[in-house]
């Protein structure tokens, strides 16, 4: 919904009346950046990167069923198991 261009145009409207326009929330991510708190730093920063795109998507990865299944297969078996005795005395 966010991509017709009536929704972005209503939305861009509702920003400005509210003092929010692009120019101020470049200012305020400025003031982010160059705060002496380096989370607020890292954190405007990372906001910048998304802003102009030039931070790469993460990437996930996941593990197939296969994966684990080999991984296992991978794994050391030993011969005997292992008994603990627990009989008191």
């Known amino acids: 919904m966010a991509k017709e261009e ?3 145009l209503a939305m861009a409207d509702l920003l400005a009346q509210v003092g929010l326009t692009k120019r101020r929330r470049a200012e305020r991510l400025a003031d982010m950046i160059n705060c002496s708190d380096l989370s607020v730093v890292g954190r405007g920063l990372e906001l910048s990167y998304k802003l102009d795109k030039s931070m790469s998507e993460q ?7 296969d994966d684990i299944r080999a991984l296992i297969a991978s794994l050391p078996i030993p011969d005997t198991p292992e008994v603990i005795d627990i009989t008191p005395g």
């Open 6 to 8: 009536d929704v972005n």
């Open 59 to 65: 990437i996930n990865v996941g593990i197939t069923p």
